[in-house]
């Protein structure tokens, strides 16, 4: 577990910390499943503790997320601490949630899953947006993910990359549905993800089911 004390007059809160020099045994050594960090080339990420609307989104979309794939037998999705992807050599990443097909989940379940998920969630924020969307996201298209979305509460947008054979073509929705071709026949309204109050998860995944396959 890493232990960082930090003087309130140097630092603001929140914080994102790199520490450069860290290999994947130290790496393994300092961290543990209450750490939030992540190894990227060399420098282990520390991040201070999400906002509750950060995590309030995390928990109603990867829920949604799990529950219709259980739902239709398509695989599963972890999320938080259980989300770590060993992307390749030198790189774990802690996403906010990934979903891993039913042929690719492994039994029993691992640590650390190795190797690209089918789809990666995460949740921006002002502290992570840059790293997310200029570190992680080409990150996450050299390892082949299939479909990345990235949910940014204060622009209000949903940004989603798709993986055609060995290139990526992005979304971005504002109003209306948001679509996966990976997670097969889910979506979402993008209006419950900015309303003050989430709605009821299982309204939406009723919603979800019930609407007619394309």
Known sequence: MVEVKLHPRMVDLPYMLHFPGISEQQFAELTDEDTKAELFDGFMIVHSPATLRHDNIVTFLGGL??????????????????????????????????FLRDDRVPVPMPK??????????????????DYDLEDKRPAY???GVGEIWFVDPDTKQVIVDRRRRRRYSADVVTTGKVSSTVIDGFWIDAAWLWAARLPNRMTCLKKILAAPSL
């Open 112 to 129: 650390e899953f190795k190797g690209a998920p089918d789809l990666v969630l995460e949740v921006l924020s002002p502290t992570t947006r």
């Open 65 to 98: 997320m799990s529950f219709y794939a259980n739902a239709k037998d398509l695989g599963e999705v972890l999320a938080a601490s259980n989300a770590i992807a060993h992307l390749a050599s030198g790189r774990k990443f802690a996403a906010d949630a990934f």
């Open 141 to 143: 298209q050299e390892a």
